[in-house]
């Protein structure tokens, strides 16, 4: 391709919102432009690698086995009515009607989609286990779209979903995708950790998800050198027995004038924020109840946990609110379960203490020397979220932390949406069994930013050769100087004929102005063609490198056509 007859749209600055590395360089590159919050338009450079990522995708599910389909994102109401999650999914889940007023939804996942075409067409047991899988637009309404293509509203996605005969069918399908995710991410030079994840929405048995290494991912990754490691939502840690052994002491109550946080009311009473017991209110909003969560007080509650243990969806957990603390005799600042009739939740850390500290459930004050059981019951589980330092559940050694972003997610669905919606398959007995199911999913546009993430420096971004938009690029530094401009056409010509993706850059611009171009972009060879032209010298330089060395146009030829040969 010649430059000059191509869209390079790149830009000196990104608008103030673009915050993290890879939104910027996305636009600055240009690569994406917004349209409206959340929703993105891919120029031409950006959709070359974008489809690059794709076919990486493609061809290792192809080779697992899988067989690609496309289905529509419209999806009917009646589908998710069968699967009981039309009203479970919430308000992310972007409704709308046709002029009949017949309801739909645009789909932020497909399960009852396949569910339902494979019900349709698959009637022997001859014909399982079963991939099937699509790369598609999914469209959810998030409450707070940002950081470009990592949390949008409109995203592409790899979802795929196995069909088994039976629970251990399903393990070896499991165990496929969890191999073939691997060869994938490997492929793009992620750096990337593969946790215990929680089911959320999609629901199921089990799952795993992959976890690309960085400092701007939204989820915390708890691992242990054991091999242990989970998402934030799922980790668990051992209980760390602090204040256990000590003689219960009489329950009192005490003045504590204006004392409302943790680190007020320690200081005030002269103990630490491990003696404070936190005692939070939410509003279950499914049973329209108020649950009170009780975790220590250098503790932050693991909000996942506690709708997993209420058996609802993640929308229908809030905060309560001033009145409604009120409602149940109490206030806000100075709340306990102590003489309240109120659902509780207990952590399994706080269970086991004595004579912490809560609130008075009175204004400026709190009560000292608390005790689960003798003063107030509950139900206990582990509700706190884990951190740094805590003990692994599997060796007890000290858990370390990392941020991670999601790219890939796998789920054991096992029957959960074939039993509602009988897709079924008949025995070797003539009895109908549902059909075991997997999920798997792979954020196509999140997996291209996460690259960003993990390959960029201070000029731009720093591509890998399998999902660069070009291959190389050749700068002639004066483009109407023959010589010059020959030698770029003629090794030009030999890329193509090769099978190099190369560009030309024709355009009447300062080399300089041309190299921040390429360096931002991230092609990863540039070749400049100056003054030694003539003597079939040209300058060669890898972007990840930045190292420049003088080549002839043989060898720089030679080099380029054997990295691309031997990437994959």
Same mark, same amino acid.
């Given at each position: 391709? =010649?430059?000059? %007859?191509? /869209?390079?749209?790149?830009?000196? @600055? $990104? ?5 993290? !590395? #890879?939104? *910027? ?26 489809? =690059?990522?794709? %076919?990486? /995708?493609?061809?290792?599910?192809? @080779? $697992? ?5 496309? !289905? #529509?994102? *419209? ?494």
């Amino acid at each position: 391709m =010649k430059a000059s %007859k191509m /869209i390079i749209a790149t830009l000196k @600055e $990104a608008p103030n919102e673009a915050q993290i !590395s #890879s939104h *910027i360089l996305l636009i600055r590159a240009g690569m994406i432009r917004k349209l409206v919050a959340g929703v993105y338009n891919y120029l031409p450079i950006g959709l070359r690698t974008l489809y =690059k990522v794709e %076919k990486i /995708i493609r061809e290792e599910m192809d @080779e $697992a086995g899988g067989q690609e389909i496309l !289905s #529509s994102a *419209i999806q009917p109401k009646e589908l998710w009515v069968e699967s009981g999650r039309w009203q479970k999914y919430g308000p992310e889940l972007i409704r709308f009607k046709d002029r009949h007023e017949r309801e739909f939804c645009l789909g932020p996942t497909h399960e009852e989609i396949f569910t339902d075409l494979v019900r349709n067409e698959i009637k022997s047991r001859k014909s399982l286990p079963l991939n099937i899988y699509q790369i598609q637009t999914k469209y959810r309404d998030e409450l707070r779209p940002r950081f470009g293509l990592m949390r949008s509203r409109e995203f592409i996605m790899k979802d795929a979903y196995s069909f088994d005969l039976d629970e251990s069918g399903l393990d070896v399908s499991y165990h496929n995708m969890y191999e073939t995710y691997k060869r994938i991410f490997d492929r793009f030079g992620l750096n990337y950790k593969i946790v215990l994840a929680d089911t959320g929405a999609i629901g199921g048995s089990g799952s795993h998800q992959f976890m690309a290494i960085s400092e701007i991912g939204e989820s915390d990754i708890a691992y242990c050198d054991c091999g242990y490691a989970a998402d934030e939502e799922k980790a668990t840690s051992l209980i760390n027995e602090y204040k256990t052994t000590e003689d219960e002491l009489p329950l009192e109550k005490v003045h504590t004038p204006d004392q409302k946080t943790i680190e007020e009311v320690s200081s005030f009473v002269k103990l630490t924020p491990k003696d404070i017991v936190k005692s939070i209110v939410y509003k279950d909003l499914a049973h329209n109840e108020l649950v009170m969560v009780l975790v220590r007080g250098d503790r932050d509650v693991n909000e996942i946990k506690v709708v997993n243990a209420l058996d609802i969806a993640e929308y229908e957990l809030v905060l309560a609110s001033y009145d409604d603390i009120l409602s149940i005799g109490s206030v806000e600042g100075f709340v306990s379960p102590i003489g309240l009739n109120v659902k509780t939740l207990v952590d399994d850390e706080v269970a086991i203490m004595k004579n912490f500290v809560v609130g008075g459930n009175e204004s400026n004050y709190h009560f000292i020397n608390a005790n689960f059981k003798r003063d107030f019951t509950g139900q206990v589980i582990e509700v706190r979220k884990v951190a740094l330092g805590d003990r692994c559940p599997i060796c007890g050694k000290p858990l370390k932390m990392e941020k991670g972003i999601e790219v890939g997610q796998i789920f054991k669905l096992g029957t959960k949406y074939s039993k509602p919606m009988n897709c079924v398959y008949q025995d070797e007995n003539g009895e109908l069994k549902p059909i075991v199911m997997g999920c798997y999913g792979i954020g196509v546009t999140r997996t291209m930013s996460s690259i960003i993430e993990q390959y960029h420096d201070e000029h731009g971004i720093c591509w890998p050769l399998n999902v660069a938009p070009y291959h190389v690029v050749i700068v002639p530094i004066n483009y109407n100087d023959e010589t010059m401009r020959t030698k770029a056409t003629e090794l030009y010509e030999k890329f193509k004929t090769a099978g190099v993706e190369v560009v030309l850059d024709d355009r009447d611009e300062r080399p300089g102005f041309k190299f921040k171009d390429w360096e931002l972009i991230g092609i990863p060879y540039i070749i400049t063609v100056g003054r030694l032209a003539g003597d079939n010298i040209v300058e060669f330089k890898e972007r990840k490198t930045m190292i420049k060395k003088e080549k002839s146009l043989d060898e720089a030829y030679e080099t380029v056509v054997d990295a691309v040969r031997n990437c994959r």
